[in-house]
């Protein structure tokens, strides 16, 4: 009964009120009421600080997700972006850790900014007169507009992976793209240094994105039961032998020279190595060997302070801003391909979007799972 109330009592205000009072009211009740766990807090809307006559307003964007998940928030953000815009609002993107706001150290690493340019960084951000946090995806932040417009549904935002009518949903959304998605200068020269010098105007690139961890190789491998339980929510694609196979009669039918290969595992890349030697183009990463992927399944296991722990110590150890920039680099340079071949992924759409329908055809990989979601 009280539940029908409150929800009932805050609609009308919703109604009612100026967007910016009603979000100030429902998130100082919210913020009262909840449990007392920072982590809940996390994720609530609220003001940092509101002046009157403030002549900027900010909305710093967060993704509710204890990682920060690069292009699952970027697709959502396209959407946030527009909805802030709509309303006079700076958007700013915030990715860091659930982990650092329980531990007060929010505004010293954030993600997003390794790769993009942002109007005002998020340590600055802070010290603004007027300056709202929302959610990626949450509390209705997205514009039913741009939503219809790009998916035909106004409470649809996000990006798919699609291979019907692609060119046309692709090209619709890349002017969205690039308004909010702006690259550092300093990243697309470290691109040129290490991949783009290796493509010449006369090469034809088929772009390979490899996400093992979907596959049905190691699919094989998990022994937790909730992993599997998880993993049957995502989608579910073809080993990297049968890709290997796949890219040696694409590369015959488009008549490409060069392979530019995305891949979080050392033995797939090797793999690529051995059958197309010099053709290959990779980023230098840190990867992993794909027989030793049993050793994350005990993550399901842990607690969620356990978690958190064991992502920051594992950051730590690969350095998460290498890692980070060496796998955005994947995928713009997927995004300049002439080719591409990849499973429905986060990163696959964002390589198509960033592509915007140019590529001179596509190859999306089967997903034996059928999942909504990546």
């Known amino acids: 009964m009280y539940k029908k109330i409150k929800d009932t009592f805050f609609a009308w205000l919703e109604r009612t009120l100026p967007y910016e009072d009603y979000i100030m009211?429902?998130?100082?009740?919210?913020?009262l009421t909840t449990s007392s766990e920072r982590e809940n807090k996390y994720r609530l809307p609220y003001f940092i600080s509101?002046?009157?006559?403030?002549?900027?307003?900010?909305?710093?964007?967060?993704?509710a997700l204890p990682g920060s998940a690069l292009f699952s928030s970027a697709l959502g953000h396209i959407f946030s972006y527009e909805w802030a815009k709509s309303k006079g609002y700076i958007p700013i993107v915030d990715l860091e850790y659930e982990y650092d706001f329980q531990k007060g150290h929010l505004g010293k690493d954030n993600e997003w900014e390794y790769c993009f340019e942002q109007p005002v960084s998020i340590k600055d951000v802070v010290q603004k007169d007027w300056v709202l946090v929302e959610q990626i995806g949450r509390n209705k932040t997205w514009r039913k507009e741009t939503c219809l417009i790009i998916n035909h549904d106004a409470d649809d935002y996000t990006i798919?992976?699609?291979?019907?009518?692609?060119?046309?949903?692709?090209?619709r959304l890349n002017q969205y793209v690039r308004k909010a998605w702006v690259w550092k200068q300093s990243f697309l020269d470290e691109y040129?240094?290490?991949?783009?010098?290796?493509i010449s105007e006369n090469d034809c690139v088929l772009g390979i994105f490899l996400?093992?961890?979907?596959?049905?190789?190691?699919?094989?491998?998990?022994?937790?039961?909730?992993?599997?339980?998880?993993?049957?929510?995502?989608?579910l694609t073809i080993g990297v032998q049968e890709?290997?196979?796949l890219v040696k009669e694409y590369m015959k039918e488009w008549g490409c020279n060069k392979v530019f290969v995305s891949t979080e595992m050392s033995d797939s890349l090797d793999l690529f190595l051995q059958e197309f030697g010099d053709c290959v183009i990779f980023v230098n990463r840190q990867r992993m060997k794909s027989n030793l992927y049993t050793n994350h399944e005990k993550y399901w296991d842990m607690s969620n302070d356990e978690k958190r722990e064991y992502d920051r110590k594992l950051n730590q150890t690969l350095n998460k801003r290498e890692k980070t920039i060496a796998y955005v680099k994947e995928v713009y340079g997927l995004s300049?391909?002439?080719?591409?071949?990849?499973?429905?992924?986060?990163?696959?759409?964002?390589?198509?979007?960033?592509?915007?329908?140019k590529y001179r055809d596509i190859c999306i990989l089967p997903d034996f799972n059928k999942a909504d979601r990546y």
């Open 25 to 31: 009211i429902r998130s100082r009740y919210y913020w």
């Open 50 to 63: 509101r002046k009157r006559n403030a002549k900027e307003k900010y909305c710093v964007f967060r993704y």
């Open 160 to 171: 798919h992976v699609v291979d019907k009518n692609w060119r046309e949903y692709y090209g």
């Open 192 to 198: 040129q240094q290490e991949c783009g010098c290796k």
């Open 211 to 235: 996400r093992e961890e979907f596959s049905v190789d190691v699919s094989k491998l998990r022994t937790n039961k909730t992993a599997r339980e998880i993993y049957k929510k995502h989608p």
């Open 243 to 245: 890709i290997v196979q």
């Open 336 to 357: 300049l391909c002439d080719y591409l071949i990849a499973p429905k992924s986060s990163g696959a759409a964002a390589a198509l979007a960033l592509n915007g329908g």
